[in-house]
């Protein structure tokens, strides 16, 4: 018998929400390079697609703007 999978796991930023963020290496978004020595504001939805290409441990620090 074939073994399930497991769910996929929620993103782990509300891709609705900004957020400032602090990077811990140089990562390029298009034509953006953003560097960790910025702190950068944003969407949730682009933080997770970073942290989906990179993994978590690109992220220094994210804090949900209100």
């Not at 953006?32 to 620090?61: F, S, Y």
């Amino acid at each position: 018998m074939p073994k399930a999978t497991p769910p996929a796991a929620p993103p782990p930023y509300d891709p609705s929400r900004t957020y400032d963020v602090r990077l811990n290496q140089i990562v390029r978004v298009g034509v953006l390079k953003l560097l960790p020595r910025n702190e950068h504001h944003l969407t949730g939805a682009v933080l997770n697609a970073l942290v989906q290409e990179h993994g978590q441990e690109i992220v220094d620090a994210a804090v949900a703007r209100e």
